[in-house]
């Protein structure tokens, strides 16, 4: 089958094209307002993303590593400390941790679903585990249950890694829980390639816990108790400003539609790739395919293949944290985490994102099956 389209690995421009007037509307509302920062977009954001998530606060800050640092330090995490988390992910974690003064440790990962295995946890625990940082990565929750259960019982912080988990969910007996309301704080990203994505950076910080919350809403601002009062020690500036918050309180009104799109495209890709030497992502009712990941032993050359062919594809993540440069001195060294590594030279992500149509993911999926053909 011949190549009919080039299909982009994203295209931001479609989705803010869509909604020309409702940005323009916020957008220009903030401008005229004349207040641009924490102001009442940022309000008014906060209170609709607690509702999404099912918590009780939402502390708006400037992206998704600030939210983690701050989550660390308003859980009193710092040095000498050890917080538990996983290789397999971006760094983003791994430079929290240590911003905050404390030491992370790797564990293992389940390999259907990419997230935090709680064996593996269990294994990890020493008397100086703080706390534990479960992803839940690529739209899909990680094993909250065993996760909160064993936290429990050892007395743990869980700090959820919300940032590629916008609307999914597990449910809790009967309950839907959302991401973001299962640990004691969770952390999200919105930059713009999220499912809910802003126009530029911003993150958010969720609790249920009415202290944190307010603690947090003091470190996000230098410390302040009051205007020029310092109050708490470890404070940023690391505000989530009038301008995001506006294109986010548009865009929230949208994303449970733009998911359920996400898990539409998710089910064609099932359909056109079956039966080829593929290992698709794992389908759970509440995953929103923030990417859509596939593993392949042969995935250098398919994606080479893929790119050649006009398709655009990506790697995530090429290199495991516990093995970058920079995080030598953590002493991990290859075969450490031998899952882990696994995945990371055989994943490969296909174009996923609400606007892709029917046709582009015939494109892609037919362009995979010629490399096997």
């Known amino acids: 089958m011949p190549l009919t389209m080039r299909v982009p690995f994203g295209d931001l421009a479609r989705q803010a094209n869509s909604l020309g007037t409702e940005l323009t509307t916020a957008l220009t509302r903030v401008v005229q307002g004349g207040w641009y920062v924490l102001g009442e977009e940022v309000r008014a954001f906060e209170t609709a993303f607690a509702a999404a998530t099912g918590t009780a606060h939402c502390v708006g800050v400037a992206n998704g590593t600030e939210a983690l640092y701050l989550a660390l330090v308003a859980l009193d995490i710092g040095p000498g400390d050890e917080v538990i988390t996983v290789a397999n992910a971006c760094v983003y974690q791994t430079a929290a941790i240590l911003q905050a003064g404390a030491r992370p440790v790797f564990a293992e990962v389940n390999p259907q679903t990419y997230t935090l295995d709680p064996a593996w946890l269990a294994a990890a625990l020493t008397p100086r585990t703080k706390a534990v940082l479960p992803v839940h990565l690529y739209g899909q929750l990680a094993d909250m249950k065993a996760i909160q259960r064993l936290a429990t019982q050892r007395g743990l912080a869980v700090i959820e890694d919300a940032a ?3 609307g999914a969910w597990h449910l809790d007996g009967e309950t839907v829980r959302h991401a973001g309301a299962w640990g004691n704080i969770a952390c ?15 993150g958010a910080v969720t609790t249920n816990d009415h202290v944190l919350a307010e603690r947090l809403r003091r470190l996000r601002m230098y410390g302040w108790g009051e205007k020029y009062i310092a109050t ?3 404070g940023r500036n690391s505000r989530l400003d009038e301008l995001q918050a506006a294109v986010l309180n548009v865009k929230l009104r949208h994303l449970e539609a733009w998911n359920a799109a996400r898990r539409e495209r998710a089910a064609w890709y099932r359909e056109l790739l079956a039966g080829l030497p593929l290992t698709l992502p794992a389908d759970t009712p509440g995953h929103v395919y923030h990417l859509f990941v596939v593993t392949c032993a042969e995935r250098d050359r398919l994606r080479q293949y893929l790119l050649a062919a006009g398709v655009g594809c990506d790697v995530h993540y090429p290199l495991p944290t516990h093995l970058q440069p920079a995080y030598a001195d953590l002493g991990y060294r290859p075969g450490d985490l031998p899952i882990t590594e696994r995945l990371a030279a055989t994943s ?8 892709l149509t029917r046709a582009e993911v015939e494109v892609v999926a037919a362009t995979v099956r010629q490399f096997f053909a």
């Open 348 to 355: 490969l992500s296909l174009p996923l994102y609400p606007e």
């Open 232 to 234: 708490e020690l470890g």
């Open 164 to 166: 590629q988990a916008h």
């Open 188 to 202: 999200f990203s919105f930059y713009p390639s999220k499912n809910l994505g802003a126009l530029g950076d911003g």
